[in-house]
């Protein structure tokens, strides 16, 4: 990986997690009683649009630095259901069923976040070293 692609890798990943940030501040939880999605105002739907269309290459961006994005769910015994991984990232729009917070996501981006600032700046010098660009 060129230090031009990971400076860029590392400019997506922050505005993801802030734009999921600001997609579930813009949420309102349904009724104990009811089911289904939350209700997202303007804000989210904005944010959520922005989200998905990002959303390919941020993953793209933390498998290569081998980051695992995946959570193992168990649902209650009684209740049952699906029980495997699950993707915090391609569903972040469906963690609620799980009874995930939104905040392992955020956890997930942060470490990608560390991994790209060390390349970075690792591959910053190694532009100027010729001996790099001889082999």
Known sequence: MLYWESKRRLKNLPR????????FANIQSR???????P??????????YELNVMMPDVVL??????VPHTAYYTPPPAIGGY??????ITSIFELYQFS???Q?????????????????????????NPFFWLL
């Open 61 to 66: 961006s933390v498998d290569l630095v081998g």
């Open 16 to 23: 993801f997690s802030s734009l999921g940030a600001m997609h």
């Open 100 to 102: 995930i917070e939104p």
């Open 104 to 128: 392992r996501t955020h956890d997930v981006l942060t470490r990608a976040i560390g991994v790209y600032d060390e390349k970075t700046r690792h591959l910053f010098w190694q532009c100027f």
């Open 31 to 37: 009724h104990w009683m009811a089911s289904g999605p």
């Open 83 to 88: 029980a495997g991984p699950i993707d915090l």
């Open 39 to 48: 209700i997202e105002n303007k804000d989210a739907q904005d944010a959520r």
